[in-house]
């Protein structure tokens, strides 16, 4: 039985393969590759109630400036669809979090996609929320979710 032998020309294996790893364990160190992605989790901005809350059946709102609204819509993960929002720039979503209901309830929607938005300019703004396939599917929907928020300068002192 002959033994092969490596020659001064030839180079082990081995060598790219610890290249590789070395490289992915940089990009999962410095931040490159989160597990998180898509997720801008702050719990400290849930940690107040918020001014106004609002929900699927909200479609327009008053506040102040520097008020907060909690947005609460429904969502399972596991169907493959996400959550995508945007705000014109009187409104700064601070915070966002996924509540899942308790286990063993028996409903359609296992939880509740929530984001927390502050009012920081005056006049008409508007939150949209779009719920997405995360590919081109067939049988999945894509649904929107428009609030119109109304931003009055100062808060309404007659109570």
Do not use: H
């Not at 790219?16 to 998180?36: A, H, K, N, Q, Y």
């Not at 493959?80 to 945007?86: A, D, I, P, T």
């Amino acid at each position: 039985m002959r033994i092969p032998e490596y020659g001064w020309n030839q180079k082990p294996e081995i060598i790219p393969i610890i290249l590789c790893l070395l490289i992915i364990m940089f990009l999962c160190v410095s931040g490159c590759v989160r597990p998180d992605t898509g997720f801008t989790v702050r719990p400290e901005s849930f940690r107040k109630p918020p001014d106004v809350y609002a929900n699927e059946s909200t479609s327009g709102v008053t506040m102040a400036v520097g008020d907060t609204m909690l947005v609460s819509y429904p969502w399972t993960p596991e169907d493959g669809r996400y959550w995508r929002v945007s705000a014109t720039e009187g409104l700064f979503v601070t915070g966002d979090r996924y509540t899942p209901f308790p286990p063993g309830i028996p409903v359609e929607i296992s939880g509740t996609r929530e984001w927390m938005v502050r009012a920081t300019s005056p006049g008409v703004q508007t939150f949209i929320g779009t719920l997405r396939p995360r590919t081109t599917s067939w049988n999945q929907e894509t649904i929107q979710q428009k609030i119109t928020v109304t931003v009055l300068a100062e808060k309404n002192k007659s109570t």
